[in-house]
């Protein structure tokens, strides 16, 4: 699996933005998908998560504010980013992993990513 990511760019807090990550290769069906984002400085951490099933988990710190979704016949994956505040700042990486229903949050856990998308979000 291939993962491209885009739809990154530079808001105003408050602003909404959507980010999507396309893969190549089959089976997407049967895959988890996940954000995750490394501020300036800081080590990446996780933002959503989707899984095969279509449950869906989120950070304490987007909860409320962002969106996870996928669509299978299209082979993507969407974050919707509401209510973004400048913490938003960071480089966004989608990943994805073969089935999985647990550890949705543990970047260990995946095994494809995508290049990474710049979000900046001033104040």
């Known amino acids: 699996v291939q993962l ?4 990154g760019g530079s808001v105003q807090a408050g602003d909404s933005l959507r980010l ?3 893969a190549s290769g ?6 988890s998908l996940a954000w995750f984002r490394q ?3 800081k ?16 950070a304490d710190s987007v909860k409320g504010r962002f969106t996870i979704s996928r669509d299978n ?9 509401n209510s973004t505040k400048p ?9 994805a992993r073969f089935l999985g229903l647990n550890n949705n949050d543990d970047d260990r856990r995946y095994d494809y990513w995508g290049q ?8």
């Open 73 to 81: 016949a299209k082979s993507t994956v969407y974050l919707q980013m």
């Open 116 to 123: 990474g998308t710049q979000v900046t979000v001033s104040s």
């Open 39 to 41: 501020p300036p400085g």
């Open 26 to 31: 089959s089976s997407f069906p049967s895959y």
């Open 20 to 22: 999507s990550c396309a």
């Open 43 to 58: 080590e990446r951490e996780f933002v959503a998560a989707v899984t095969w099933a279509f449950s869906t988990y989120y």
């Open 87 to 95: 913490l938003d700042t960071a480089v966004y990486y989608c990943a």
């Open 4 to 7: 491209q990511a885009s739809g």
